[in-house]
């Protein structure tokens, strides 16, 4: 099985801040990485799909890159909306898997 | 509008069995895989099971291989989660979620998701 680790699992960032947020696959999957938003109590949102595609709807603030084992996403300038917990999930083979999460908090 | 809607959740003793339910609207079920995906509380994602298209094709967690089982009814636009022998590690936020796709080809990524259903196991 795929493990997919996060880093860092929490991180704390003010408004207009740059954020990078880095997830690392135990072996290639390629740019079979997916990037996920969550905030409290409400659902997953798909943010970013082959690694660095947009999802339709989503603000071109957040960005994606990498491939092979080493994935970043980006958000180049910190919104109030934006604090939350985001997760990497690898589609490159069964069991498909998430990574931990990491938790953005306000500064 | 594409939905989701989970039903069927509820409190269970160790042992017990539980179906959830996803019914979809507003998009033709029937060319999309979907999954479900668990959440225990306080807890990150874990993907649980998905099944193709057809429901020719499934794969499950090694975590509930054996005790669940994935199903589809394209005709009702609704898909099935049977949980048997249910354990306390599996009290969960259950979700459905459709399976990505862009222009038709497979990304692997959930797109919709439904708000989740709650399964408690305890005695």
């Known amino acids: 099985d795929i493990q997919m680790t996060q880093s860092p699992s929490s991180l704390s960032a003010s408004v207009g801040d740059r954020v990078t947020i880095t997830c690392w696959a135990s072996q290639s999957i390629g740019n079979y990485l997916n990037w996920y938003q969550q905030k409290p109590g409400k659902v997953p949102e798909l943010l970013i799909y082959?690694?660095?595609s947009l999802q339709s709807g989503v603000p071109s603030r957040f960005s994606g890159s990498g491939s092979g084992t080493d994935f970043t996403l980006t958000i180049s300038s910190l919104q109030p909306e934006d604090f939350a917990t985001y997760y990497c999930q690898e589609s490159y083979s069964t069991p498909l898997t998430f990574g931990q999460g990491t938790k953005l908090e306000m500064k | 509008e594409a939905q989701l809607v989970e039903s069927g959740g509820g409190s269970v003793q160790p042992g017990g069995s539980l179906r959830l339910s996803c019914a979809a609207s507003g998009f033709i079920f029937s060319t999309y895989e979907m999954n479900w995906v668990r959440q225990a509380p306080g807890k990150g994602l874990e993907w649980v099971s998905w099944i193709s298209s057809s429901g020719r094709d499934i794969y499950y967690a090694d975590s509930v291989k054996g005790r669940f089982t994935i199903s589809r009814d394209n005709a009702k636009s609704s898909f099935y989660l049977q949980m048997n022998s249910l354990r306390a590690e599996d009290t969960a936020l259950y979700y459905c979620?459709?399976?990505?796709?862009?222009?038709?080809?497979?990304?692997?990524?959930?797109?919709?998701w439904g708000q989740g259903a709650m399964v408690t196991v305890s005695s």
């Open positions: 979620a459709r399976g990505h796709l862009e222009r038709e080809v497979v990304t692997g990524a959930f797109d919709i």
């Open positions: 082959f690694a660095s």
